[in-house]
């Protein structure tokens, strides 16, 4: 068992499944030593948990939580090009798009949810660069997207 295996059944935390593509992509791709996950929506058993805008459907707590189930879905894609986890090095950059009331301004509060995720999952190695974009509606009315640009070792 890797280090980050070991790390996630401490934390009580299962990779999902990776999630069928809803169009025309793959769910990750390499290039060099980076991986680019798709945006990946908070689906959970090929359901999206919740639909809507953030700040009028959906509250900035639930989206919190949406965000985190964008990330375990983005770190199944990674999963399922790498074949482990633990030969992520870096996670560089997490790209999060919230579907926004008008009046919707905590956007950045949203994506805390993936990020301090992957700091509890990978420590120091999990410290990124970030986007968190309001947007006017995502596909099949998800409150939240999210991708994320990983560094990763050889095997």
């Keep these: 068992m890797g280090h980050i295996d070991a ?17 025309n992509y793959v769910p990750a791709r390499t290039t ?14 090929g359901a999206l948990v919740a639909t809507g805008k953030v700040g009028q459907d959906v509250s900035t707590s639930e989206a919190v939580e949406l965000a985190r189930i964008c990330t375990l879905n983005a770190l199944a894609a990674a999963q399922s090009v790498l074949g482990s986890l633990d030969r992520i090095t870096q996670v560089v950059k997490v790209n999060g798009f919230v579907a926004s009331s008008p009046d919707f301004i905590q956007q950045p509060t949203v994506l805390n949810g993936a990020s301090e995720l992957l700091g509890e999952i990978f420590g120091d190695i999990g410290i990124h660069a970030r986007a968190a974009v309001g947007v006017a509606v995502l596909p099949l009315d998800a409150p939240v997207e999210l991708e994320l640009i990983v560094e990763f070792s050889t095997p």
């Design 7 to 23: 790390r996630l059944r401490e934390l009580g935390i299962d990779i999902p499944e990776v999630a069928s593509p809803v169009a």
């Design 32 to 45: 060099g030593s980076l991986l680019y996950t798709a945006g990946q929506l908070p689906f959970v058993d």
